[in-house]
């Protein structure tokens, strides 16, 4: 249900479209479009409500609206052609976090009854183990993005692993119309232009759909050489992936009396490993990474407090990984890097090593090359909405890096498994992962707390996908967190609350928010602004939309500019002391606890 007005009198829809083609909050590919999405909303199921031309945030909302998409259809009238039998509208491989996000940011009215999921358990649930029981951000960055959690938290409140893994798992199970709790083996882009995806369930079998979403996080773990199944280490099954070790060992044979020694071996890929062995009273022989790859602290982190304090760990770095070699030491295991023995007598190295990629790795990638549509690779799914744009920066900013699609668009990655694909060109020309530090990575980054480095981490996948999806809570009314938000959910939540507050004043907030985000004080607030900041913001806020109310005073620039300047100047001055926060979470926990 929408009803149109213009100054309380009855306007016309495309009286409507017009107003919003001006905000141009509608992508350019989308504005085709305007006028029927209007129709949806006018005899679909959707009570959107009225919209006055008058009321400039209305007209807004609804331009939001409409770019968000996946607006539900009228049931009569004409609809559109239907899939073909036995075919799903979309296939979801994987049925981690990312799928969930994905499937949460399609919003409440979406119709699932064409989708399906295959994939297996949540990996936070059992895989990675509970010797470390915590995801090392904190809930208000990590939960579903329709739950709009906005509750400050301290390092002492990460989100517990299995408790997280298992939410996101619920989300799969109350959306999918269907989860094949399976593995695909193989994707494949048919003839009739349909995809048919294998899996095995006590013998082959297959399914159809027309567009796929590829959420299945990371290929093989890359071993060591000498813990392949061909090593003639006598003592390979001493040679163990980290998930292996934190799942299995680091309690269960935690040293009681005599020492136990351990190595691990890879830098941040690694890193929960060592915190796990240094927790459970492990002793660290060495913990053995590159020159070129030394491990990056993130803000806000407890590994460099007790009971851990990494940084003391026996850190051994070489330079050429040809030269480290691990063999037997009686019933245990020694590691030499040339002729210097690193460590002996070690129970267990542990590697930590980084993963394939899961749809090319050399032995049983799934995507087939029919897949590609005839390009050499998928190409890098940018935001070309403007979400981690600014209004006040426009065509100066590199667009944000999301995913990746073939040319067609109806085969996406997403989530880890966007992180371990190599489809950006690197200086040599060569096809090799996004780096970090990309500048279409750091174009999103810009957006987040100070602790997100990569492309597959939690808070940076929710931003990707609720870009993707053109996704705003439906609380966005009542609340949005100024820490994650992007420049979309700021701009509906200051519509919606503060309508009266100017447009000039509301783009040089945004602008500001995101400014200081990545200023001097991102490291500071690895989780996000603290309880004070957010009643600050929402009081300035407050008092600014009261001096424009009934239209007592003009906005002007230099106003906008000052105003926000000031706020940005009173957030930094209200902002911790270095270290400060994770002092102050951590004094909430007990050592033991940590
Ligand atoms: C050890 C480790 C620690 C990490 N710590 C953090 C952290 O503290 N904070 C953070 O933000 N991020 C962390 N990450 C990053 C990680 O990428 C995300 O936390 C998150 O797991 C990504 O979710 P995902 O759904 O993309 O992939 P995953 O969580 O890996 O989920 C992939 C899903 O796909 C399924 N699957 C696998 N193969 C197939 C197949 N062939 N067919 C169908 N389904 C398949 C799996 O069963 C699983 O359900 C960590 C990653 C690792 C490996």
Wanted: hydrophobic content about 40%; overall charge positive; cysteine-free.
């Amino acid at each position: 249900m929408l009803v149109i007005k213009n100054k309380g009198q009855p306007a016309t829809l495309t009286q409507l479209a017009r107003a919003i083609e001006r905000t141009g909050i509608v992508p350019l590919n989308k504005q085709h479009r305007i006028k029927v999405e209007l129709r949806y909303l006018q005899q679909g199921p959707e009570r959107f409500g009225e919209v006055d031309l008058d009321n400039a945030q209305q007209v807004e909302l609804a331009a939001y609206r409409i770019a968000r998409g996946q607006i539900p259809r009228p049931i009569s009238g004409r609809q559109a052609p239907s899939r073909a039998p036995g075919v799903y509208a979309l296939a979801i491989i994987g049925s981690g976090t990312t799928a969930a996000y994905y499937l949460d940011t399609l919003g409440p009215a979406h119709d699932h009854s064409g989708t399906i999921v295959i994939g297996q358990q949540n990996p936070w649930i059992h895989k990675r183990g509970q010797g470390i029981s915590y995801i090392n951000h904190t809930w208000r960055q990590v939960a579903m993005p329709s739950t709009n959690t906005r509750e400050y938290g301290g390092n002492e409140s990460f989100a517990n692993r299995a408790e997280f893994g298992r939410m996101a798992e619920a989300v799969v199970s109350r959306r999918a119309g269907r989860w094949v709790k399976s593995s695909a083996t193989r994707i494949e882009k048919l003839r009739e232009g349909v995809y048919r995806i294998s899996y095995n369930d006590r013998g082959p079998k297959s399914f159809k759909a027309e567009k796929v979403v590829f959420t299945a996080g990371a290929g093989s773990i890359r071993k060591p050489p000498e813990a392949e199944e061909n090593s003639t280490v006598r003592n390979r099954s001493r040679i163990i992936d980290m998930d292996t070790f934190i799942r299995d060992k680091a309690v269960q044979e935690k040293p009681r009396g005599a020492a136990k020694r351990v190595v691990v071996w890879g830098s941040n890929a690694a890193i929960d490993a060592v915190a796990a062995a240094k927790k459970h009273g492990w002793t660290i022989a060495a913990w053995l990474y590159s020159r070129d790859g030394q491990p990056a602290w993130l803000p806000g982190t407890r590994y460099l407090s007790e009971p851990y304090k990494l940084q003391e760990v026996h850190q051994h770095v070489y330079t050429d990984r040809r030269r480290l070699k691990i063999q037997d030491s009686g019933g245990l295991l020694k590691v030499l890097d040339g002729a210097d023995i690193v460590a002996d007598t070690v129970d267990y190295v542990v590697y930590g090593l980084g993963s394939e990629d899961l749809l090319t790795q050399r032995q049983g990638g799934v995507m087939d090359p029919s897949v590609l549509e005839g390009q050499q690779a998928l190409s890098p799914i940018l935001d070309t909405s403007g979400v981690f744009g600014n209004a006040l920066e426009q065509g100066r900013q590199a667009q944000a890096f999301l995913g990746w699609q073939n040319a067609s668009g109806t085969f996406q990655v997403f989530g880890l498994a966007a992180e371990n694909y190599a489809g950006a060109v690197d200086p040599r020309g060569n096809l090799a992962r996004i780096a970090p530090t990309d500048p279409r990575v750091m174009a999103l980054k810009q957006w987040l707390s100070g602790d997100v480095l990569t492309v597959g981490q939690l808070t940076y996948i929710r931003s990707a996908l609720r870009a993707v999806n053109h996704f705003v809570p439906g609380s966005i009314e009542h609340g949005v967190d100024y820490s994650h938000a992007d420049a979309n959910a700021l701009r509906v939540h200051l519509a919606a609350r503060y309508p009266e507050l100017p447009e000039l004043h509301a783009s040089w907030f945004i602008r500001m928010i995101k400014r200081i985000r990545v200023g001097s004080i991102q490291t500071r607030l690895p989780h996000g602004f603290t309880e004070q900041q957010v009643n600050h913001i929402e009081e300035q806020l407050r008092a600014k939309q009261e001096e424009f109310r009934g239209r007592r005073k003009q906005p002007t620039n230099i106003d906008a500019v000052n105003w926000q300047w000031q706020l940005a100047q009173a957030l930094i001055e209200l902002t911790p002391a270095p270290g400060e926060e994770v002092a102050e979470g951590l004094s909430k926990l007990r050592v033991e606890d940590r």
